[in-house]
């Protein structure tokens, strides 16, 4: 036991060192790596609204939304985060919204973390192309298909 006790102070000393390093490159990298994750956001927003050459964020609450606009400055659509809790984890999804918001023109998912091969199908264009064209102010329907039918 006293053999044990007097062995575990290296064991100790490099959790301590090892931790406090960890936490140093965290606070030190962390405004960089949220302002590269906020840049791929709105870099995604383009690819939601067809026709976007760039994004603007106009609302950082708690339903992030970036003007989408074309090359010459008008606005071609909006793009909405989203977020949701899926079966094993949250799903966080950015939506396309046409000009006048009235239709879902894409949808992406920025980040799941679902069953392979299972939840994961989220991912597919199949699976998001079914939301293209569906009017805002309608009700989504859930459907559960039968894997012959998919």
């Given at each position: 036991m006293q053999r044990w006790l007097r062995q575990s102070w290296l064991v100790l000393l490099l959790a301590g060192v090892l931790g406090t390093l960890l936490a140093v490159v965290e606070l030190s990298l962390r405004d960089r790596i949220e302002r590269t994750a906020r840049e791929q956001v709105a870099q995604s927003a383009v690819l939601v609204v067809p026709g976007g050459s760039h994004s603007e964020l106009v609302a950082a609450s708690d339903r992030p939304t970036w003007k989408v606009l074309a090359d010459d400055g008008s606005v071609r659509g909006w793009a909405v985060m989203s977020e949701s809790v899926g079966f094993s984890d949250r799903i966080r999804v950015l939506v396309g919204l046409s000009e006048d918001r009235s239709q879902i023109v894409g949808v992406?998912?920025?980040?799941?973390?679902?069953t392979p091969g299972l939840g994961e199908r989220v991912r597919e264009a199949s699976f998001l192309q079914r939301?293209?064209?569906?009017?805002?102010?309608a009700e989504l329907q859930v459907v559960k298909r039968s894997e012959e039918h998919t």
């Open positions: 992406t998912v920025l980040d799941s973390r679902e939301f293209v064209g569906q009017a805002t102010g």
